[in-house]
C-alpha cells in the first residue's frame, strides 16, 4: 500500500481547514473583495493609498450609498451617546 505524505506541515494543513470553515470563507471573500476594491481606488487616485485603503476596509459602505447613510447615522448616535455617558 502505497502512503501519501503531505510536503506541507501539519500547522500549515489545520491553518487551511480552519479558513475553509463558513466563518472564514465569509471573512476571506470580504477581503478579498476588499482588497480588489483598494487596487481600483488606488489606480484611480494613486497618491492617496491610506485613503483607498480606509475606504476599502468599508466596500459596502462605499457600493451602497444608502447603507453608507444609515450606518453614518448609527455612528452619529453612537457618538453622541458615548459624549452623553461620559458627561453624566
Known sequence: MLSVVSPLPSTTLHFISTIM???GKIFSGYGVIGLLFWA???LVDGHRAAFAFGKALVWPLTMFPALGAFMGVVVLL???GAIVLIYR
Open 40 to 42: 481600483y481606488f488606488v
Open 78 to 80: 453612537l457618538i453622541i
Open 21 to 23: 470553515t463558513l466563518k
